[in-house]
């Protein structure tokens, strides 16, 4: 079965960091582009991060750019964002995502990140 | 950068009946249009992309069309299962929108 599994949300104060996880199953996720998708509560979806196939390119949108990071690490299949200088306005919950035909079409099921003194 | 407007926020409709949800571009962008379904607590499902094209094992009467900067999904005999929060979202040159998302609720 085709899977993604996020993990590494939960609370942390303004200005500190966290690192999330996606592992991929059921395909080998360095054939994909991939991204980090956050919602906040109750808002709509919005796009934080792409990463190419071998890792080589990244994009950020700019409420971002400067504080996160993806990466991947290809031998175990596994997605990273490194979130930096976090703010209150971060919070929200972080889908992992494959990349496809120009959208996402495999979704994890979410993790909580919470930014709260 | 384009920004994607979804028209309405919110419709009411009873089961059996035909929705319409309507993204508008800021600018002509590509045929990168995607549509997903979301119900409350759930990651997103992909519906339909490249603005027509039905994602494997998405029922035939959701439908997407559309061209330059206004696009729209339909819903043919709306089924219990298809009240939900639907977005779209557009693909251009290494940036990805959504819009704001439409909510079907039951009349």
């Known amino acids: 079965e085709v899977q993604l599994v996020e993990s590494g949300g939960g609370l942390v104060q303004p200005g500190g960091s966290l690192r999330l996880s996606c592992t991929a199953s059921?395909?080998?996720?360095?054939?994909?582009?991939m991204h980090w998708v956050r919602q906040a509560p109750g808002k709509g979806l919005v796009w934080v991060s792409h990463v190419n196939g071998d890792g080589s390119s990244t994009t950020y949108p700019d409420s971002v750019k400067g504080r996160f990071i993806i990466s991947r690490d290809k031998a175990k299949n596994t997605l990273f964002l490194q979130m930096n200088s976090l703010r209150a306005e971060d919070t929200a919950v972080y889908f992992c995502?494959?990349?496809?035909?120009?959208?996402?079409?495999?979704w994890g099921q979410g993790t909580m990140v919470t930014v709260s003194s | 950068d384009i920004q994607m407007t979804q028209s309405p926020s919110t419709l009411s409709a009873s089961v059996g009946d035909r929705v319409t949800i309507t993204c508008r571009a800021s600018q002509s962008p590509s045929s990168w249009l995607a549509w997903y379904q979301q119900k409350p607590g759930k990651a997103p499902k992909f519906l339909i992309y490249n603005t027509s094209s039905l994602e494997s094992g998405v029922p035939s009467r959701f439908s997407g069309s559309g061209s330059g900067t206004e696009f729209t999904l339909t819903i043919n005999s709306l089924q219990p299962d298809d009240f939900a929060t639907y977005h779209c979202q557009h693909y251009n040159s290494y940036s990805w929108t959504f819009g704001q998302g439409t909510k079907v609720e039951i009349k």
């Open positions: 059921g395909f080998t996720s360095s054939n994909y582009w």
């Open positions: 995502v494959r990349g496809s035909r120009g959208g996402f079409d495999i």
